[in-house]
């Protein structure tokens, strides 16, 4: 008995070209597109994102929750009959991969509302509790943004990405500030994940200089809108010295990156 299903997600990563354009997907023989792989990125000599260099660190507490994710998927999932292990392994993966997707466009739906209501545009009216509170928390803290989407291109340490926000606070202060969409709940606390201060501090470096970092004159923030309690925003804000000590673990991570897999994306 044939069983058909569809095929998991892979990801090779994020990647851009020199000039800072997005290569994350290329054409395969077949004409059909695919995610970017380390062989496609040493041919066309492309730079990989923030976020592709932190998969270098061991993530304990996301892998224990996809774990878990995963069995509770299996759990609930039925057996089909003739189906042996692997079709049904298979089957568990896409469908655990749902929410992960659905979780991903609603990101991407927020991202393109902040912007829009920045710009002044009109935003749907299911989204404005979720963006609204951004703006009030920029008015709120006498922010002035004066980059928004940023592509950045690091060739001193081979890396890119783009950041959210670049700003200067009410007194001069540089400021780096990335949106991110989350699940909250109720009553409980909201605090960063692990190395997205790493994140925060890679985008300060590159756009406001090394010198500038270290010297302590970059402050930074995430902020957070739950997907799960309509309104809610939490921001969390990394001082100078943080950002100074993620910077120099971030640089490491560059070159332990750059090491294992055999390539040095620097011109």
């Given at each position: 008995m044939a069983i058909l299903v569809g095929k998991p997600r892979s990801s090779g990563g994020h990647w851009y070209t020199s000039e800072g354009l997005a290569a994350h997907t290329q054409i395969g023989k077949n004409g059909l597109e695919r995610n970017t792989t380390l062989r496609d990125a040493r041919k066309l000599r492309l730079i990989?994102?923030?976020?592709?260099?932190?998969?270098?660190?061991?993530?304990?507490?996301?892998?224990?929750w996809k774990q878990n994710e995963m069995a509770k998927v299996a759990f609930d999932l039925p057996r089909i009959d003739g189906e042996d292990?692997?079709?049904?392994?298979?089957?568990?993966?896409?469908?655990q991969?749902?929410?992960?997707?659905?979780?991903?466009?609603?990101?991407?739906?927020?991202?393109?509302?902040?912007?829009?209501?920045?710009?002044?545009?009109?935003?749907?009216?299911?989204?404005?509790?979720?963006?609204?509170?951004?703006?009030?928390?920029?008015?709120?803290?006498?922010?002035?943004?004066?980059?928004?989407e940023k592509k950045l291109v690091n060739l001193d340490h081979g890396f890119a990405g783009t950041v959210d926000i670049i700003?200067?606070?009410?007194?001069?202060?540089?400021?780096?500030?990335?949106?991110?969409?989350?699940?909250?709940?109720e009553g409980k606390k909201v605090t960063s994940y692990d190395f997205q201060v790493h994140q925060i501090a890679a985008y300060a470096g590159s756009y406001w200089g090394e010198d500038a970092l270290l010297a302590g004159e970059v402050f930074?923030?995430?902020?957070?809108?739950?997907?799960?309690?309509?309104?809610?925003?939490?921001?969390?804000?990394?001082?100078?010295?943080?950002?100074i000590e993620a910077w120099k673990t971030f640089v490491s991570a560059c070159e332990i990156w750059r090491s294992i897999k055999n390539y040095d994306p620097r011109p």
């Open positions: 990989p994102s923030v976020t592709t260099i932190l998969q270098v660190f061991a993530k304990p507490g996301l892998e224990r292990a692997d079709q049904f392994a298979l089957r568990v993966r896409l469908k991969e749902e929410p992960v997707e659905k979780a991903a466009d609603f990101g991407t739906e927020i991202h393109d509302a902040i912007e829009k209501y920045f710009e002044g545009e009109p935003v749907p009216e299911h989204l404005l509790p979720y963006v609204r509170p951004a703006f009030e928390w920029k008015q709120d803290k006498m922010l002035k943004f004066i980059e928004r700003c200067f606070g009410p007194d001069g202060q540089k400021g780096c500030v990335d949106w991110k969409t989350r699940k909250t709940y930074g923030a995430n902020c957070y809108i739950s997907s799960t309690e309509e309104g809610r925003f939490v921001v969390c804000s990394y001082s100078p010295d943080e950002l």
